[in-house]
């Protein structure tokens, strides 16, 4: 009886082992159906991916409806993904990651209340659930709860140095926080763990991770650093080219360079993949605010509005775009008003008290219009509501630059720099303000000239005198405007082993983008010193070219069109229209290669070639002179007179002629 007792356990233990082994394999196969499902949702195979969990639904439920609901998402599908999770949620009402990402969809689309809940439902059962986590701390900090936001950032930090953490989905998370929190308590050495180390070991985990190598590019685009963060959009892209995401982020990078052109391809791009994008639609709006086309920008931002009607960035632009178009001045008070203008600005404080991002994004809207003095008002506000944050300072800083208000962009930078030390744009601008500090300085009635005293003082010399004695009057009568206060003007030579070109340029936007000799942002003016060009220039051209862009930029209060300015500097400088231009006409006219008044601002700030450069400026003196022929001689008045008044150029041609455009 032993013996036969014997035999029957063995028989069963070898079954047991049997069954053992085949659910073993069975679940290993899963886990290779949801690992290649995965893969090719990461690889950007949407509609693959989707068909791929799909069949995986009878036997893995809640693995299979996160990915398709994934899928959905990805390809701006957002209500069906709600109906994909909440169908999985009857067969498993307390399952944290179906919630996680519901609450997530509810954070993203501004339905705040639904999105509480959630997280709330799922710290209850589940106090370590990282993306639940996320969420809290980033609603106690649209809540103005900024104390408690902050603690719930660091959390994560010491999550991660008790854990082992591994998850890149997790690892993510935890950079995100990490990375929010790090700029709020100036820890910027915790920017270089975080490209360095820890979205690598990211990849490490899972090599076609790559929101990786979006969040590092991310990091580097808002220090400005363009090449690497251009070189992880790139990777990103290499492992997904359908990442809706990336191609929003590709936009605002170009946007930085003002490379219109690419900008508006990449968000088109993003919004082809994903048409619900919120980042897409917000680079598109902006597309069309560098390019001043008001309307346009006002119609993508109120269309956007539904995908999240809370989201401090893209209120913040709408208003700006509101106020632009209710020709809202750049002095006096903010509200006392009944517009749309200042409601949508008393319902952000309302919602939030430390809005910051609201204004940081309406500051930016004015900046991306080159309405300078609104910039600084409203990016200073900014910092006023969110001081912990480094980014209101570094803009408020190079803004406060382009106004020749030096000393007071100084005490910005300077504290912009001890919160960040990696910003490229802010560094370079303190070096520039450094080399500023050891030049001359020549004061007149009008001006102040700052100069190089061993390289230049002879040129800027003449140079004075020949601003006061000619370039004032003469244009002060022309244009029927004086300016307030002194004209900055500062030659720039070689200092450091960088050129005086170097320096230039870095004095207007802190980067090494600047194609011109001269460059006014319409208080200063900033040249490179003909004594340190590789080919002279008429110095004194160039003199009396920027400063009728001082002149008409404060006269319209910055409302002034690019192409119509650049068309008066021209013609003050008179002389005959150059033989080349009558070449160049001759043969772009019969083809049709001209710009229009839609475009033509963009042959300026970002020519595809050199000729397109020169056309604009051919084009646009000639719009003038056709205008003062046809019109009258008082027909530049007339039109400066409307822009003074805030009109687009359409309004101001019609209101001046009485001429539809």
């Known amino acids: 009886m032993p013996q036969l007792l014997s035999r029957l356990l063995c028989v069963v233990v070898v079954a047991l082992w049997g069954t053992t082994h085949l659910w073993g394999a069975n679940q290993a196969l899963a886990d290779d159906a949801l690992t290649a499902a995965r893969q090719l949702w990461l690889g950007g ?284 001045p750049s002095t006096g008070p903010a509200a006392g008003t009944d517009t749309r203008f200042t409601k949508l600005l008393h319902e952000a404080a309302t919602r939030n008290p430390h809005c910051g991002e609201f204004y940081f994004a309406l500051g930016a809207t004015f900046d991306l219009a080159r309405r300078y003095p609104l910039a600084a008002r409203y990016y200073r506000a900014g910092v006023e509501r969110l001081p912990r944050s480094p980014l209101g300072y570094g803009v408020l800083g190079m803004t406060y630059m382009r106004l020749g208000e030096e000393v007071e962009a100084k005490r910005w930078l300077d504290q912009s720099f001890e919160r960040d030390p990696f910003n490229v744009r802010v560094s370079n601008t303190l070096k520039v303000l450094e080399v500023l500090e050891n030049y001359a300085v020549i004061e007149t009635e009008h001006f102040v000239l700052k100069f190089d005293r061993i390289a230049d003082e002879i040129l800027v010399r003449y140079a004075a005198r020949y601003l006061e004695e000619h370039v004032y009057p003469d244009l002060c009568q022309q244009l029927q405007y004086k300016p307030e206060g002194k004209s900055l003007f500062e030659v720039f030579n070689r200092a450091k082993n960088t050129r005086g070109h170097g320096w230039f340029s870095a004095r207007m936007v802190g980067l090494p983008s600047i194609g011109t000799v001269g460059a006014c942002a319409g208080k200063m003016v900033a040249l490179a010193s003909p004594n340190d060009m590789p080919q002279k220039y008429n110095w004194a051209r160039v003199l009396k070219h920027e400063f009728v862009h001082v002149l008409n930029l404060q006269q319209t209060d910055f409302c002034i069109p690019h192409w119509y300015t650049e068309a008066l500097a021209v013609e003050s400088e008179g002389g005959v229209r150059p033989p080349t231009w009558d070449a160049m006409l001759a043969r772009r006219v019969p083809k049709g290669e001209t710009f229009n008044l839609d475009t033509i601002n963009l042959g300026f700030v970002r020519p595809k070639s050199g000729e397109d450069w020169q056309m604009a400026y051919c084009q646009a003196q000639l719009y003038a002179q056709y205008m003062r022929a046809t019109y009258g001689p008082d027909a530049t008045a007339r039109m400066l007179a409307a822009y003074s008044d805030h009109l687009s150029t359409r309004q101001a041609i019609k209101r001046s002629f009485a001429v539809e455009q």
């Open 45 to 328: 195979k949407y509609a693959e991916a989707q068909e791929a969990y799909e069949t995986l639904k009878p036997d893995h439920a809640v693995e299979a409806a996160l990915g398709v609901a994934r899928c959905q998402v990805s390809r701006g599908q957002t209500a069906d993904a709600r109906e994909t999770l909440a169908a999985a949620q009857k067969q498993q009402p307390d399952n944290p990651a179906l919630a996680g990402l519901l609450a997530q969809l509810a954070f993203e689309s501004g339905q705040y209340d639904e999105c509480d809940r959630l997280i709330a439902a799922i710290l209850k059962t589940k106090p370590d659930d990282l993306l639940a986590r996320w969420l809290h701390a980033e609603r106690l900090r649209l809540t103005g709860k900024l104390d408690e936001a902050d603690k719930a950032y660091n959390s994560f930090v010491e999550y991660y140095n008790d854990h082992d953490v591994t998850e890149p989905d997790d690892l993510r998370l935890v950079g995100l926080a990490a990375a929010q929190f790090a700029r709020w308590n100036k820890l910027s050495d915790q920017f270089t763990f975080l490209v360095n180390d820890l979205y690598p070991d990211a990849l490490q985990q899972s090599p076609h991770y790559w929101p990786a190598h979006y969040e590092a590019g991310r990091l580097y685009a808002e220090k400005y650093n363009e090449p690497e963060a251009r070189r992880e959009y790139q990777a990103a892209l290499k492992l997904n080219p359908n990442a809706a995401e990336v191609y929003a982020a590709v936009a605002q990078l170009a946007l930085q360079r003002y490379d219109l052109d690419d900008a508006l391809r990449a968000a088109e791009r993003a919004l082809e993949i994903n048409p619900q994008l919120l980042d897409g639609k917000l680079a598109l709006a902006d597309v069309h605010i560098a390019n001043l086309s008001f309307d346009e920008a006002r119609e993508t931002l109120e269309a956007a509005r539904p995908l999240n009607p809370q989201s401090e960035p893209l209120l913040g632009r709408l208003v700006g775009v509101y106020a632009i178009l209710d020709a809202l």
